[in-house]
C-alpha cells in the first residue's frame, strides 16, 4: 500500500482486526484512480443506544492533488452503523463514488 493512513478511534478501543479492515479499503481506493495522496479515518462510536446498541460514525479525509473529499457517516444522519464493520464498508463505498466522481471531473478538464 502506498497511500499514507492515519486511523482515529475515539470512545471505543483500537482492535488489529478494524486497522486491517480500514487498510484493505483504502488499498481498494488506489485501483480507482484519482492519485490519493493520503487517507484520514477516524472511527467512533459517540453514544450508546438503550435498545439499539453502539452506533458507528466514521469519517474519512481523502486528499487528492488539489481537493480533500469528505465522507462523514453517522447513525444521527440516518445512517444505522450498529456495526462498526457495516459502517466501515458504507462509508468506503460512498468513498469510493465520491473519488471515481472526482476523478471522471478531472479526466472531463483535462479534454
Known sequence: MNIPVQITYRDFDH?????????RHVEKLET????VTSCRVA?????????????YRVRIDISVPG????VDRS???GHQGEDAYSA????????????TEHAQRRRDLHR
Open 88 to 99: 466501515i464498508d458504507d462509508a468506503f463505498d460512498h468513498a469510493s463514488r465520491m473519488l
Open 43 to 55: 472511527l467512533e462510536s459517540p453514544h450508546r443506544h438503550k435498545s439499539h446498541g453502539r452506533h
Open 67 to 70: 481537493a480533500t473529499l469528505l
Open 15 to 23: 482492535t488489529e482486526a478494524l486497522d486491517a479492515f480500514v487498510r
Open 75 to 77: 447513525p444521527d444522519n
Open 32 to 35: 480507482i484512480g484519482g492519485q
